[in-house]
């Protein structure tokens, strides 16, 4: 078992940066792929960022370019740093830890979810 505890949301301005942290403990947690996945209100689940356990990484069209996931291993913990937020980043934020270690982009491979951390992007 893996537990997975995501912190770091909270209400800002469109414009402003915000980075969550998600902390793991349990089984081997390094050894999983992580990523990133946010569920806007009315909407479904989507992907937004994933990195394997030696740190490449994928990231949704909309994350490109404004949102950077990275990894520390040592600490079981996986981030997200978002900047230039616009108020279409308004959502829940979910860690995961996938069963395998690559970089993953499909919902379906992920077998840990954290309980969410809330993120509303202001205009």
């Known amino acids: 078992q893996v537990q997975l505890v995501e912190s770091g949301g909270g209400l800002v301005q469109a414009g402003d940066s915000l980075r969550l942290s998600c902390a793991a403990s349990g089984r081997t947690s390094s050894s999983y792929g992580m990523g990133w996945f946010r569920q806007a209100p009315g909407k479904e689940r989507e992907f937004v960022a994933a990195?394997?356990?030696?740190?490449?990484?994928v990231y949704a069209d909309s994350a490109k370019g404004r949102f950077t996931i990275s990894r520390d291993n040592a600490k079981n913990t996986v981030y997200l740093q978002m900047n230039s937020l616009k108020p279409e980043a308004t959502a829940v934020y979910y860690c995961?830890?996938?069963?395998?270690?690559?970089?993953?982009?499909?919902?379906?491979?992920?077998?840990?979810w954290g309980q969410g951390t809330q993120v509303t992007v202001s205009s």
């Open positions: 990195s394997s356990r030696s740190g490449s990484t």
């Open positions: 995961a830890a996938a069963f395998r270690a690559g970089a993953i982009r499909t919902q379906a491979e992920y077998a840990y």
